[in-house]
């Protein structure tokens, strides 16, 4: 098992432009989340998906989509991004919503 | 709402020696996980113990134990035999044990060093 991949490691954009940030888990796990994390602020969660078709927001939605079309996959969409949106972005899953959550590798964003 | 409080930003301990890290948390649940989880400066968030608040005995994960006093909401992890490979910065974090929206809450973390 390759656990939570994210895809890329760092990114830098332009203010006003958008990406996706990827994330995939092979372990059929049905809870994925997305959290920044900034420093002296711990990790706080953007959004969240309880199984494929279902999403939900966290606690600092703006600015972010989500979709989950797939158990696998859970991308996370900047639709025009901002210097306040610059920070480390991880992703996580579990197996249902009241499990351990195991964590991707990180992506840091900077936005210029 | 939750809230997971870690008192001490930093604490450094001497190779080899034991160090005691806090946290404190508040809710009104009854049922929910406490986790501590390191983050080297690789970044990764890498778990390192976890307690059911409905189990009365302690968690311990080799060199690492917990001491959970659910009536006080405090959830200290206890290091023992440090090692260099032990740096990092730990968060504690609390999740509900329930459906829905269950997200960790995390408190804002302690930087731990470790001496030679």
């Known amino acids: 098992n390759a656990g939570v991949t994210q895809t890329p490691k760092f990114q830098v954009l332009k203010t006003g432009q958008s990406m996706t940030l990827q994330c995939a888990q092979d372990m059929n796990h049905e809870y994925m989340s997305w959290y920044r994390q900034d420093p002296g602020m711990g990790l706080r969660l953007i959004h969240y998906?309880?199984?494929?078709?279902?999403?939900d927001q966290g606690e600092v939605p703006n600015g972010y989509n989500v979709s989950r079309s797939t158990t696998e996959d859970f991308p996370l969409r900047l639709l025009s991004a901002a210097p306040s949106q610059t920070s480390v972005y991880f992703c996580a899953s579990s197996p249902t919503s009241a499990d351990t959550q195991y964590f991707g590798p990180g992506t840091r964003l900077t936005v210029l | 709402a939750q809230t997971v409080t870690q008192s001490q930003p930093e604490m450094s301990v001497q190779e080899a020696e034991t160090v005691t890290l806090s946290c404190t948390y508040d809710?009104?649940?009854?049922?929910?996980?406490l986790f501590w989880y390191k983050q080297p400066p690789s970044r990764q968030m890498i778990l390192v113990i976890r307690q059911e608040a409905y189990k009365q005995q302690n968690a311990t994960e080799n060199r690492f134990s917990v001491n959970f006093q659910k009536a006080a909401k405090s959830f200290s992890l206890k290091i023992s035999d440090s090692q260099l490979g032990d740096a990092a910065m730990y968060f504690c974090?609390?999740?509900?044990?329930?459906?829905?929206?269950?997200?960790?809450?995390f408190g804002k973390g302690t930087r731990l060093s470790v001496i030679a």
């Open positions: 998906s309880v199984g494929a078709g279902i999403t």
């Open positions: 809710t009104s649940e009854s049922d929910y996980y």
């Open positions: 974090a609390y999740r509900r044990l329930l459906s829905g929206n269950t997200p960790l809450v």
